[in-house]
């Protein structure tokens, strides 16, 4: 019986990528990437020959039980993600899932993760939180957005930086624009950034500086 690695990866830093990661991906048989290109930079910088395959969201239903049944005969695989850990707004729940109803080991390595740094820097309370990551985009967008507005906990969620100030707007008007909340980018590269205000406050920071990279989205509970 083989088994399935789930291998976080640098989301920007390549510092962050832990010995125990590199050694995994060395010693299986095969690595599963989201997009090849991105990920074969990251295998060259640390002098990992594993060969690898697609694996994304618009393959990954077609090819998970052949890859379950693969690791059942005895291969060992890793996947990872562009960036952070795999399954988090990312392929890796279908894998997951095909490997543990056909008895085939599970082992997900620590590692980067966008929201943690992001909830831990906010400066909000994160004894309690709820991780949304991306909202709906059209469908359901407004009953999600109603519901979590009466939500206690501190709110994560992913944005694209083209969609943040209308994300923004629209926590202000479903939430209060008084609203505290926390805008993190680039997170552990060289431009990294965190702005905290209220929403109204971020709105009118970013209106004038108009955002870009990568976005993690802090907002406060309701009192």
């Given at each position: 019986?083989?088994?399935?690695?789930?291998?976080?990866?640098?989301?920007?830093?390549l510092e962050?990528?832990?010995?125990?990661?590199?050694?995994?991906?060395?010693?299986?048989?095969?690595?599963?990437?989201?997009?090849?290109?991105?990920?074969?930079?990251?295998?060259?910088?640390?002098?990992?020959?594993?060969?690898?395959?697609?694996?994304?969201?618009?393959?990954?239903?077609?090819t998970v039980?052949?890859?379950?049944?693969?690791?059942?005969?005895?291969?060992?695989?890793?996947?990872?993600?562009?960036?952070?850990?795999?399954?988090?707004?990312?392929?890796?729940?279908?894998?997951?899932?095909?490997?543990?109803?056909?008895n085939v080991?599970?082992?997900?390595?620590?590692?980067?993760?966008?929201?943690?740094?992001?909830?831990?820097?906010?400066?909000?309370?994160?004894?309690?939180?709820?991780?949304?990551?991306?909202?709906?985009?059209?469908?359901?967008?407004?009953?999600?957005?109603?519901?979590?507005?009466?939500?206690?906990?501190?709110?994560?969620?992913?944005?694209?930086?083209?969609?943040?100030?209308?994300?923004?707007?629209?926590?202000?008007?479903?939430?209060?624009?008084?609203?505290?909340?926390?805008?993190?980018?680039?997170?552990?590269?060289?431009?990294?950034?965190?702005?905290?205000?209220?929403?109204?406050?971020?709105?009118?920071?970013?209106?004038?500086?108009?955002?870009?990279?990568?976005?993690?989205?802090?907002?406060?509970?309701?009192?």
């Open positions: 019986m083989g088994k399935l690695y789930l291998v976080p990866t640098p989301i920007g830093n962050d990528m832990t010995l125990r990661a590199i050694r995994v991906l060395r010693e299986v048989d095969l690595i599963l990437a989201e997009d090849t290109r991105t990920s074969g930079k990251l295998l060259q910088h640390f002098d990992i020959s594993t060969p690898m395959q697609s694996h994304h969201m618009h393959n990954e239903h077609k039980d052949a890859l379950a049944k693969r690791m059942m005969g005895g291969e060992t695989m890793a996947l990872i993600s562009d960036a952070g850990t795999p399954a988090i707004s990312d392929p890796g729940f279908l894998l997951t899932r095909a490997c543990v109803e056909k080991a599970v082992e997900c390595l620590p590692g980067a993760t966008a929201f943690v740094p992001a909830l831990v820097n906010s400066a909000l309370p994160n004894d309690r939180f709820v991780f949304e990551g991306f909202l709906p985009p059209k469908k359901g967008r407004q009953t999600r957005l109603k519901l979590l507005a009466g939500e206690p906990r501190t709110m994560i969620f992913y944005e694209s930086p083209y969609k943040l100030l209308k994300t923004l707007a629209q926590f202000a008007e479903y939430f209060g624009s008084d609203r505290q909340a926390s805008v993190s980018r680039e997170l552990t590269k060289l431009y990294e950034e965190t702005v905290r205000g209220t929403l109204e406050q971020i709105i009118g920071h970013y209106t004038k500086k108009p955002p870009k990279g990568e976005i993690v989205l802090i907002v406060e509970g309701k009192k």
